[in-house]
């Protein structure tokens, strides 16, 4: 190796360790006005809190009047795939949708609004409404896709 070589590597490990050791030396205590201490606790400050579902008290129930009506329930919970065909869901007001499945009776439909079937969930994730609600959504539907 040349000897401009040696002495360029060694100039160049020198100024490494000389760095690296400038690193660990700091001997004064940075002093932050308040504006810089504020600004920077701010930084660091958490985003949120995490809190444990056994942490947080029971909401108070309100109290029902009732179950729903099926239009009711339609109109919170089915509308948005039965309006619009999504996943295959037969639309309200198509009788053309509702003859081949009404074929397999009146109960067929109730058990599959309620527990699911192909695309659809089990109560098409209205987890809130009762088995009655979900037959009074569905004798809303048929008698409105006659």
């Given amino acids: 190796m040349s000897q401009l070589k040696k002495t360029g590597l060694a100039a160049v490990a020198l100024l490494l360790a000389l760095g690296i050791a400038g690193c660990g030396s700091e001997s004064e205590e940075v002093k932050l006005t308040s504006a810089q201490e504020k600004a920077m606790t ?4 958490p985003e949120g809190e995490v809190v444990l579902e056994k942490d947080v008290p029971a909401a108070p129930v309100a109290a029902a009047s009732g179950p729903r009506s099926g239009e009711e329930i339609y109109n919170s919970k089915c509308t948005a795939c039965h309006t619009s065909g999504a996943a295959g869901a ?13 074929a397999q009776g009146v109960d067929a439909l109730y058990s599959n609004a309620v527990n699911g079937i192909r695309g659809m969930p089990a109560k098409g994730l209205c987890m809130d409404c009762s088995a009655d609600e979900i037959h009074a959504a569905v004798d809303y539907i048929l008698e409105n896709s006659k």
């Fill in 90 to 102: 037969p639309k309200l007001g198509s009788a053309g949708d509702w003859e081949p499945r009404l």
């Fill in 42 to 45: 701010e930084r660091l400050a």
